[in-house]
């Protein structure tokens, strides 16, 4: 496991930006009482170390119609293609938001996000013809208490002092 080396002033941006990528440096150099040319400092320093991999604005499934999850269970074979060329066809299927290889009795585990049944059945379809795919179970999202792709946000302040020092 990496070791981060982050000061006291590096984990509250971070946990600041994880909150809120969009927050006025302005704003938060007054919060955390730094200048702003600090700021904007630490913030390359953090992308040019991995830290920070992009800026992306969360869109609201609901609102767009797609409201409908699927989580698909997937057993797969690898005698034909491989687990990468398998994981890249299931990936690049519309609808497809996730898609993990697992260790277990499952290879993979794909979410996606459809417009309706219908919309999923085209998927599942395409997902079921995949080369390599053994079989899959989907399994629809009645409904969601968590589902969180911020960092920091999911630990308490015990955690993450533990994993920031």
Do not use: W
Not at 1 to 22: G, I
Not at 55 to 74: F, H, N, R, S, Y
Not at 118 to 141: A, C, D, F, K, W
């Amino acid at each position: 496991m990496t070791k981060v080396d982050l000061d006291e002033v590096d984990f509250q941006l971070l946990r600041r930006l994880d909150e809120d990528t969009d927050v006025d440096v302005d704003e938060l150099s007054d919060e955390l009482d730094v200048s702003t040319s600090t700021i904007y400092y630490r913030m390359e320093k953090y992308r040019k170390q991995g830290i920070i991999t992009g800026k992306v604005t969360q869109l609201d499934p609901q609102a767009l119609g797609l409201g409908l999850m699927a989580i698909t269970e997937i057993n797969a074979d690898y005698n034909g293609p491989g687990y990468e060329e398998v994981a890249e066809k299931l990936a690049a299927y519309s609808g497809v938001q996730r898609v993990f290889f697992m260790l277990g009795e499952m290879s993979f585990y794909v979410i996606s996000r459809v417009q309706d049944h219908e919309h999923l059945q085209r998927l599942m379809e395409r997902i079921i013809q995949t080369e390599g795919i053994e079989n899959s179970t989907t399994n629809i999202v009645l409904r969601t208490f968590k589902d969180e792709d911020r960092l920091l946000v999911n630990y308490d302040e015990d955690d993450l002092e533990r994993v920031f020092r």
